[in-house]
């Protein structure tokens, strides 16, 4: 049966680019897979023949040759002997919809970064606003001191692992494809240690609890991350270490609340002062300040206090502290017989009808 034409099998133009390609290769992938077509004799047919297209079309010098002198041109190049680990966008394609193929980079039993390493650190409010020094005690993995992070007691080095020959992979055979999987006996690293240290059982790296300084500037805020670099794990093989990155959290504080560089309090005053204006003392994160309250104030009202807030993380001088007013309310038990005259005056004088205290009350307020 003669060969259908690549891009026909593909269901793409013969000027498609190289993400329309393996687009439409990933789709027949998905749809045509054994996996997903046990016993579908014709299904893994068109499997086969999308992977034999993909691999021509992938490839800018098959691609070239198939598209000049047609099938003839690519003869042998395709699946009669597919091996999908030959081509590295299998891998890409259907590795993680399947579960196979290389996922680590770089050449195996080559060094290897370190992780990266997160701290979550609670701080005070006032210890965010100003900045402070913190002590933080990091577990993480270091180079064992023993072998120096070579892994081996001796001091000898790793020899190539006799079941992948030193590539850190061995092939897999699946029905009518082939796969590169990770070596079972060396995890990949394509070496094995004869003589592996005591202390670190041939792994190079120890767990230990590294102490550390850490100045927290000033301005920081729930959420703020601070990169420590190559202050995480060790790496392997001689690798470098990852970073560490600290992560903050502030505590709630029992009178102000903060936006930003913005601190937000409430005062309590007065209905004359309201009424009559004043000068109250607030406080605020940088101690006691004045604020001189108008007359006619209305109850929430707001008044900005600039530069009584806090320093801004990224420059640009301090915020405002913000002070929203309440009008406070006594209760009558707490008024004496004199107050509660003048407030019934002035009601008298507004024309404004109040509730008389009851004989029981009176009887009480003799007692109290």
């Known amino acids: 049966m003669a060969k259908r034409d690549y891009y026909e099998v593909l269901g793409v133009e013969r ?68 091996d999908p680990s030959t081509f590295g966008d299998f891998a890409d394609i259907l590795g993680d919809l399947f579960g196979f193929g290389r996922r680590s980079g770089g050449s195996a039993g080559g060094p290897q970064r370190g992780a990266d390493l997160r701290y979550d650190l609670e701080l005070t409010f006032e210890e965010a606003a100003f900045g402070s020094d913190q002590k933080l005690r990091v577990p993480r993995l270091e180079k064992c001191d023993t072998c120096s992070g070579s892994g081996s007691a001796s001091g000898k080095a790793p020899v190539p692992c006799s079941a992948c020959g030193g590539r850190g992979q061995v092939r897999v055979s699946q029905g009518f494809l082939t796969f590169a999987s990770t070596c079972p006996q060396c995890r990949g690293e394509g070496r094995v240690i004869t003589d592996p240290c005591r202390d670190c059982r041939g792994a190079g790296r120890v767990e230990r609890e590294r102490s550390l300084e850490v100045r927290i500037p000033a301005g920081v805020d729930t959420g703020s991350r601070m990169r420590l670099v190559g202050e995480g794990e060790q790496g392997r093989l001689g690798g470098p270490p990852g970073d560490l990155y600290v992560v903050i959290s502030v505590k709630a504080h029992p009178r102000f609340e903060r936006d930003g560089a913005t601190v937000f309090s409430r005062h309590k005053i007065s209905y004359p002062q309201a009424v009559l204006g004043a000068k109250v003392e607030v406080e605020t994160i940088h101690g006691t300040a004045t604020l001189d309250i108008p007359a006619g104030t209305q109850h929430g009202k707001d008044f900005h206090l600039r530069g009584q807030g806090i320093e801004r993380l990224h420059g640009g001088g301090k915020g405002e502290h913000v002070v929203v007013v309440d009008l406070q309310v006594p209760n009558p038990r707490d008024l004496g017989e004199e107050e509660l005259d003048a407030l019934r005056r002035l009601a008298a004088l507004a024309g404004e009808e109040v509730k008389e205290p009851s004989v029981l009350n009176k009887v009480k307020n003799l007692f109290s």
């Open 15 to 82: 000027d498609a680019g190289e993400k329309e390609i393996k687009s439409a290769y990933r789709k027949l992938a998905i749809q045509y897979h054994p996996d997903k077509n046990p016993g579908d004799a014709q299904a893994e047919e068109r499997f086969k023949e999308a992977a034999e297209a993909y691999s021509i079309l992938s490839d800018d010098d098959k691609r070239q040759r198939y598209d000049r002198f047609g099938h003839q041109g690519v003869a042998g190049a395709g699946a009669a002997g597919f």
